[in-house]
Structures are given as C-alpha cells and as structure tokens.
C-alpha cells in the first residue's frame, strides 16, 4: 500500500484535487482545511492518502500533512462517521481548532461544527478526548503556555481563528494582572471579564 503521491497539481475544486504522476491523473477527495495548503495548478505537491477500497467502491482520499490525515484516521473511530463525513467535518474547522475543542470537553463548541450533530458531539468526546494521534507540530501548540484556555476555546467555538485568540488572551491577562481590581475577582469573574473583552477586541 502506497504513502504518499508526489506530482503536479492540475486542479483544485472544492474537497476536490486533481494530481498527475508520470500521467496518471489521480482523483483525490480531500478536506477544504488541507485542500488550502495544498500550491496551485502546475505546482508540485505532496500528498498523504488514504485508499477506501469495498466490493463496490474505491476512493483515495487526500492530506497536506501526515497530521490531517492522523485527524481523519481518528474521526473514523467515531461510530456513524464514515470517510465523507470525516472529510465534511474537517472541511468545515482547522485541525489544530478541532483538535482544541475535543481535548477540552467543550460539547457546546463541537455542536456548532457543520456536519457534527448532538450525538455525533457526544461520540466524539466519548471516543477521542486525551486519544488523540497527534504529529509532533500539533503537540507543540497543545504545549503553548497559554492561559484561561476555556476563554480561548469559548472564542473558537465563535469562529474566531485559534491563535489570534491566543495572542489575545494572552495579551489580556497580562495586562490585567496588574489591575488589583481584577486580582480580587473569582476565577469565574477573570474568564467572564477576559472573555468579554476579547470578543470587543476580536470584533474590531
């Protein structure tokens, strides 16, 4: 069974790519979130595959990074979610966000990904919370420092992107911090107030 394909790039559509090796045109369906790393037409690319082969059907599916496809391999462990509706999900959230949003717990924001029902939620977390197959470049940014992640995964469940809420967040509560006021607050009361405030700052 084969890695990877490596040849040039003749079209992208949407989950959509088209790669030519030694002229064979390979029809690869791939997620949008990976499709966008991918170089255009007449570039040369790389890509990670996987090969769905039933009695009745053959389909490759594609990957900018061996950390989408890890992603895939583990949305397939889900009961009810099947190769396409893996790549739909993923179609429809960056990985390192996704990634987020299942290590924290957080249900709310999972139930917001297009594609992801209630139920579907709930399996998820049941089947890849703390197991997920993470590349080394996802374990650093798991890694970041960053403080009030729930703050931080509250706002990507808003649709903002992970690491301008992180720089955000972080640049907050460090200027916060030197606020008595907000020193003497619950915890809940920092997250609220950091909170609030991102979502001015991120809204501008």
Request: charge should be neutral; hydrophobic fraction near 40%; proline fraction near 3%.
């Given at each position: 069974?084969?890695n990877?394909l490596?040849?040039?790039?003749?079209?992208?559509?949407?989950?959509k790519?088209?790669?030519?090796?030694?002229?064979i045109?390979w029809?690869?369906?791939?997620?949008?979130?990976?499709?966008?790393?991918?170089p255009g037409?007449g570039?040369?690319a790389?890509?990670?595959v996987?090969?769905?082969?039933?009695?009745q059907?053959m389909?490759l599916?594609?990957?900018?990074?061996?950390?989408?496809r890890?992603?895939?391999f583990?949305?397939?462990?889900?009961d009810g979610?099947g190769?396409?509706?893996?790549?739909?999900?993923m179609?429809?959230?960056?990985?390192r966000n996704?990634?987020?949003i299942?290590?924290s717990g957080?249900?709310?924001?999972l139930?917001?990904?297009?594609g992801v029902?209630?139920?579907?939620?709930?399996?998820?977390?049941l089947?890849l919370?703390?197991?997920?197959?993470?590349s080394?470049?996802?374990i650093?940014?798991?890694?970041?420092?960053?403080p009030?992640q729930?703050?931080?995964?509250?706002?990507?469940?808003m649709?903002?992107?992970?690491?301008?809420?992180e720089?955000v967040?972080c640049?907050?509560?460090?200027e916060?911090?030197?606020?008595?006021?907000f020193a003497?607050l619950?915890?809940?009361?920092k997250?609220?107030?950091i909170f609030?405030?991102?979502v001015v700052?991120?809204?501008?």
């Amino acid at each position: 069974m084969f890695n990877s394909l490596t040849g040039t790039v003749t079209e992208k559509l949407p989950q959509k790519l088209y790669l030519e090796t030694n002229g064979i045109e390979w029809d690869i369906t791939i997620p949008d979130s990976s499709l966008e790393k991918v170089p255009g037409p007449g570039e040369k690319a790389k890509i990670y595959v996987y090969l769905q082969h039933t009695d009745q059907l053959m389909n490759l599916f594609g990957f900018a990074s061996q950390n989408d496809r890890s992603l895939f391999f583990d949305l397939l462990k889900v009961d009810g979610i099947g190769p396409k509706g893996a790549v739909k999900i993923m179609s429809s959230i960056d990985s390192r966000n996704l990634v987020t949003i299942l290590d924290s717990g957080d249900i709310g924001a999972l139930e917001k990904v297009p594609g992801v029902g209630k139920k579907t939620a709930q399996k998820m977390l049941l089947q890849l919370k703390g197991k997920l197959s993470l590349s080394e470049d996802t374990i650093v940014v798991r890694q970041k420092n960053v403080p009030y992640q729930a703050v931080v995964t509250g706002l990507i469940g808003m649709g903002y992107d992970k690491r301008m809420a992180e720089d955000v967040v972080c640049r907050l509560a460090d200027e916060m911090l030197k606020d008595s006021s907000f020193a003497g607050l619950s915890d809940s009361a920092k997250e609220d107030t950091i909170f609030r405030k991102a979502v001015v700052e991120l809204a501008q």
